[in-house]
């Protein structure tokens, strides 16, 4: 009978007490060495978290020759400096503000068409200036 009770708890009889209902043997040290186990995380997390801001902080210090180096901007600033344009361009606007459109993608495409017929204009003879102008 012991073999077949072995093989169905899977040889943990030491705790058929706990199981069948029996109180758990207390150790009286149990309270201290939980609070020095709690402890000891705390100090883990503690150690964790310096060496990450460390670490954090050199990586920065490298961004920050980076951009020195070759005259970049934080992402930060970029955004900021875009936001405070887009609120004072639609300062008295009673619309949504519209997006801003990248240099070179069709915004002021008409004054370099403009440049361009003034240019071609110049070298014409006289009659077909006056032709063109009007």
């Known amino acids: ?13 030491k705790d058929m007490g706990k199981m069948l209902g029996g ?13 020095e ?3 000891a995380l705390r100090q883990q997390e503690d150690e964790r978290k310096a060496k990450h801001a460390r670490m954090e ?3 920065e ?17 970029k955004e900021a400096e875009e936001k ?10 009673l619309t949504r503000p519209k997006k801003a459109i990248p240099a070179g993608c ?3 495409d008409d004054d370099d068409e403009e440049s361009i ?3 071609v204009l110049k070298f014409l003879p006289g009659p077909l200036q006056d032709m063109f102008k009007k």
């Open 23 to 35: 109180e758990e043997e207390k150790d009286p040290d149990a309270q201290k060495k939980e609070e």
């Open 117 to 119: 017929l003034d240019t």
């Open 84 to 93: 405070a344009a887009m609120e004072q361009a639609c300062e008295g606007s």
């Open 57 to 59: 902080a050199e990586r």
């Open 61 to 77: 210090k490298v961004r920050q020759t980076i951009r020195d180096k070759y005259g970049l901007k934080k992402k930060e600033e």
């Open 106 to 108: 069709g915004a002021d």
């Open 1 to 13: 009978m012991d073999f077949v009770m072995k093989q169905a708890l899977g040889g943990a009889t």
């Open 37 to 39: 186990r709690q402890e």
